[in-house]
């Protein structure tokens, strides 16, 4: 019997979506589960299950084949790529290409999650169905009234949230204006590539899915995609198990498509000024406290988490670890993107880094 990888996720969580993509593409044997009553909309996951019982506190959550539990989606999509060398592989051979698909994951990871949860917690029609449809999704078969109640518990507390992570009416319209963009980029993209690095999908393709698979799904965001971006909406289906997929890594030399330089200008006009006024608010002792994040001219405020000043941090050791000549050929698209500037160290970053790796 081959090993079996064990995927505990859940509804909603994009993340989730992203792991299970990955490990079908990659052929790799595994069972999906959605641990049902884990999660009842309070806020954290159940006491006295497996996830818990894992030391872990939210989803996605792997058990490797011996047994042991891991999350973090990035670390753990990197160490099946160890794991399995070869087989599918989901990261760019060129180390310059890597860089660029594993900058536009990041971003796609840390930014996207903001508009979907302002669109999702604000727009009346997603208020009605998210809260019940994830809720259901969690509990199973449960009488309305529990349902409800799960419902409204989810509701409120996502409410809050929201606010707290920048989703207010003087933040909305840059969240919503980068929404709009993306769809836009990848369109176009779509018309003449299905993936962003090749024929094949990439890390940066995978980072893209996770959190589209919920923008495909929420009332007004899937209405905006279908109206705007039918190939999006489509690729969204495709993404979610490619494991029929073949095909080969663009030249290391190979004009970026457009829509590469597209999503590249995304994450360094907005992503990485974000990211870079966590790792402010880190190195000052200030995590989880107010911050605000100069984005195109508009003081984004949002809250200081720490775990986005270590996707910068680890970003930037990445960046100072390539071959100098990796790096000059792949300045040009930095510079052009707005991205150069954030990606070298500041005084004090480097030796605040943390060791990458699974959680």
Known sequence: MPEVYRLLGGPGSPYSHKVRAVLRYRHLPHRWIVPLGAFRGTGALGEGTEIAGAGKRQVPVIQFPEGSYHSDSTPIIDELEKRHAGQRPVVPEDTGMAFLA??????????????????????????????????????????????????????????????????????????????????????????????????????????LYGQLSQYAVDPTTSELMKKK?????????????????????????????AGVRGLLKLTGEVALPMLQAAVDAHLAGKDFHP??????????????????????????????????????RIEPALAESGCLPWLSFRDGEAEKTPRYGMA
Not at 148 to 170: K, N, P
Not at 183 to 197: D, V
Not at 230 to 257: C, N, T, Y
């Open 229 to 257: 971006a039918v190939r999006l909406f489509q690729w969204v289906q495709l993404m979610d198990d490619a494991s029929g997929i073949d095909g080969e890594w663009s030249a290391p030399d190979a004009p970026l498509s």
């Open 102 to 207: 594993r900058l536009i994951e990041e971003a796609a990871d840390e930014w996207l999650p903001l508009p979907m949860f302002d669109y999702r917690w604000n727009e009346e029609a997603d208020r009605a169905f998210c809260p019940r449809r994830q809720m259901a999704g969690w509990l199973g078969a449960v009488p309305e009234a529990e349902l409800g109640e799960a419902a409204a518990a989810f509701l409120s507390r996502q409410e809050t949230l929201r606010e707290i992570l920048g989703g207010t009416a003087e933040n909305r319209p840059l969240l919503q204006s980068t929404y709009d963009e993306l769809l836009g980029y990848m369109e176009a993209h779509l018309a003449t590539q299905l993936f962003l690095f090749g024929s094949r999908p990439s890390i940066a393709d995978f980072g």
């Open 291 to 328: 911050m605000v994040a100069e984005i195109r001219g508009h003081g984004f405020k949002t809250i200081a988490r720490p775990y986005q000043a270590h996707t910068l941090l680890w970003l930037k050791q990445r960046y100072a670890e390539l071959d100098v000549g990796v790096r000059a």
